[in-house]
């Protein structure tokens, strides 16, 4: 066996033969296999921690900052007691670790060295930070007896800048001293396990002390379980009734659904009925109602839908659920002109509050929900609404009947000339609904990344349930997608693999593209779709709406990405071909793939209106400027 620098290695795989035996540390400690006092480096104190706190897979690019914890994950994986999944970049590792997160439920662990390697899976945490999921980043840092540069550490003579620079990201400890483990880990499984806004917990690990050793260090000192979540909001002064009169009072409810609403669908189905409102759903949680549901319009914002703006324009009182107002969800704060006021159902008081005219509940939404559900009950009970379909429904309806027509329009003219390949090929709104159909019938996950094929595909699908979609729209973060399907075999329970479908544009594809190495070595299975419209078609189309012209958003260079997959030894590379006949073969045959397939599909970019679903809602970007803003500060809400 090889030893490590503490010169424990023996014991070390004796207690993680011990814990695997046993099941858990909890176990191992009640069983008697594994005292609770022992003498260990830091470095297994947080893999023990870690695994206390459930976490089994750590996604790696081990360097000289990281070579201590490597040796740990070394000797416990070979007892089968965690799973290391070694991968070529750091930012890839942060988005398979959220997926992961966000599909199954299961947290990860993201390992890097110091320096460019942290400062890249950092970038790549942004996704989980907006988007609410949790993960645990382990980052190699500089030493502590500053005994002259660290190389690779942030050139200034200053102490722990990557802390201060975590720090600004999120939540971040820096173990400067190896006996404070215990409280770096509850604070960061208050962050990574917080039950209503999660996110990534930095844990900087100097490499002076991760070989220190803890003598006689109690095991049960680290901790165990998650934060409890919040109750219903306070309902002090009779708030929910007073709530409940407002909402029957209006005659234009609009309900924004947002991602803390995931879990929410059965009391929005009731809410909805009672109020006589719509809800309008953000692309995060597709599918809490279903797309067919007759108060669901559907998406709205910037990139919107017809029936999902018009709800938005035209409400009178805004219901808040679990949302934070993003600039393109609720067009810069200019998406509900006609609201005079605004119930905000939050966790975040700062999320809560974030209107005028508001009247904030703050505490868990579907708690909440239900409280404000028995006073509506009660109201009504009082006095009954009228039967049938009102106007404001009625109107709205008609609005997605016409948004549905829109849609079919565009599928029913599923190719276009385009200038770049100077040929027929298909329109993105036609090859994600074929895309997104056969993934919906192979029961298959999809991934959207930015841009373009993001935008298009959240305005595309029809889900009739939650976690058939998931879309990065938070940071909206180029090359996502292709690297979430990595996670479709790690969590460790197989019972919760999936078969991923990745859809992304070609410079989405890119930016990330060792997972088609990394998805074989680590027996991913799905399908790496690439929209391939040989530009940044989300942006080249902004500059010629805002200014009639593109810039510096495409060039001349074409890439054979078929090629470029069957380089490597186990992918499938297929070409998608310009027809929905031909891709929906080559589509049934690259999912039949048992392993990682790619195929690739030219795209239509240009003008024609039938080539893509337009956008429907304001932005406060550009030329847009001074326009939108005038008129947020006009609506003053």
Known sequence: MVVGTTGEGAARAARAAAIAAAGSLEAAMAHGTLSASVDLALSEAIVLGLHRLGVRTYLCVLGHGSTEVGEVLRVYEAAGVVRTVPVRHETEAAHAATALRWVTGETAAVVTSIGPGAMHALAGSLASASDGIGVWHLYGDETTEAEGPNMQQIPKPEQELFLRLCATFGSAYSLHTPAALPTALRRGANVVEHPHRAGPFYLLLPMNTQPAVLHGFNLAELPSGAPPPLGAAADTGSVHRTVARRLLAAERVVVKVGGGARDCGRQLDRL?????????????????????????????????????????????????????????????????????????????????????????????????????????????????????????????????????????????????????????????????????????????????????????????????????????????????????????????????????????GDGSFTMNPQVLIDGVANGARGTIAVLDNRRMGAISALQRAQHGRDHATWDHVPVDYVAWARSVSGVAGFRGGSTPEELTEVMGRALDHDGLSLVHVPVYFGDDPLGGLGAWGRWNVGSWVEQTQAMRHEIGL
């Open 272 to 504: 909805l009925e009672l109020v006589d409102g719509v809800a309008v759903t953000s692309p995060l949680v597709s599918g809490v109602l279903p797309y067919g549901h007759p108060r669901n319009m559907t998406v709205g914002g910037s990139k919107g839908s017809l029936c999902g703006n018009f709800a938005m324009e035209h409400a009178d009182l805004l219901v808040a659920v679990g949302t934070r107002a993003v600039c393109q969800s609720d067009c810069s704060r200019t998406g509900y002109p006609g609201v005079t006021h605004v119930v905000n159902v939050n966790a975040d008081v700062d999320a809560a509050t974030h209107y005028g005219h508001t009247t904030a509940l703050v505490g868990d939404a579907a708690a909440t929900l239900e409280r404000l559900l028995a006073a509506l009950d009660d109201e009504v009970g009082r006095a009954p609404v009228d039967a049938g379909p009102s106007p404001w429904l009625s109107a709205c309806q008609r609005r997605k009947e016409a948004w549905d027509l829109y849609k079919a329009e565009r599928y029913a003219s599923p190719t276009r000339h385009d200038e770049v390949w100077g040929a027929e090929v298909l329109t993105q709104p036609a090859a994600i609904k074929i895309i997104t159909d056969l993934a919906r019938a192979r029961d298959a996950v999809c991934f959207f990344d930015a841009g373009d094929v993001q935008a298009n595909g959240f305005q595309v699908v029809e889900d009739d349930r939650l976690g058939r979609t998931f879309t990065e729209t938070g940071a909206s973060y180029m090359g996502f997608a292709a690297s979430a399907v990595l996670a479709s075999r790690l969590a460790s329970d197989p019972s919760r693999h999936f078969h991923a479908v990745a859809l992304t």
